[in-house]
């Protein structure tokens, strides 16, 4: 029987990873071995693709771009390596996302990895991922937590300030309003 078909002819173009849902991506595919796919998204940055994990992917026919001129100069650094296990020993102690999209995903530090599985640091949790269910990952960068309480004094001087002028409209319009402990009939 043949080989499949060699992907690394289309390396260069727009790419678009699975069909659609969360766990879908699409942009420029860096590169094709037989046991992973890379893909630059303008958002996402460098993501790798175990090859097994992928049910389908398309690329626009119009599209005949390589990494070739002007392309060449956007390609960002990435890992290469001979199999998808060493991509992921190539990205230990660095902040990663795997399974992007979904409710798989994770994101943490690499720490430590063994031969069937690898350890996670995801905030206060150290999670066992399994090597076999990794169907992607990517190096990031950790995302600033936003403090709640920076959010509710904003919300609560905007909601005031929306009753204060709702007051004033009141005050003008002639319509009864509250005071303290008083009621006054305004404009009358």
Not at 89 to 116: A, H, K, T
Not at 122 to 147: L, Q
Request: aromatic share 10%; net charge neutral; hydrophobic share 30%.
């Amino acid at each position: 029987m043949e080989d499949s078909y060699d992907l690394k002819s289309f390396i260069g173009r727009n790419t678009r990873i699975g069909w659609k849902g969360a766990t879908s991506g699409a942009g420029r595919l860096l590169d094709a071995t037989s046991d992973y796919l890379v893909i630059h998204e303008a958002k996402g940055g460098v993501i790798y693709y175990r090859r097994h994990h992928i049910h389908s992917m398309s690329m626009d026919s119009r599209d005949t771009s390589d990494l070739e001129g002007e392309l060449a100069k956007a390609i960002p650094e990435y890992v290469k390596k001979d199999s998808f296990d060493k991509i992921i020993e190539g990205l230990q102690y660095c902040w990663v996302q795997i399974n992007r999209g979904g409710e798989e995903q994770v994101e943490g530090v690499l720490g430590d990895i063994f031969p069937d599985y690898v350890l996670l640091i995801a905030h206060d949790e150290m999670v066992v991922i399994f090597k076999h269910s990794i169907r992607s990952i990517s190096m990031g960068v950790k995302k600033a937590e936003k403090e709640p309480e920076k959010k509710e004094p904003e919300k609560k001087e905007q909601e005031k300030k929306e009753q204060e002028r709702t007051e004033n409209k009141s005050k003008k319009d002639g319509w009864q309003y509250w005071k303290g402990s008083r009621y006054f009939k305004a404009g009358m």
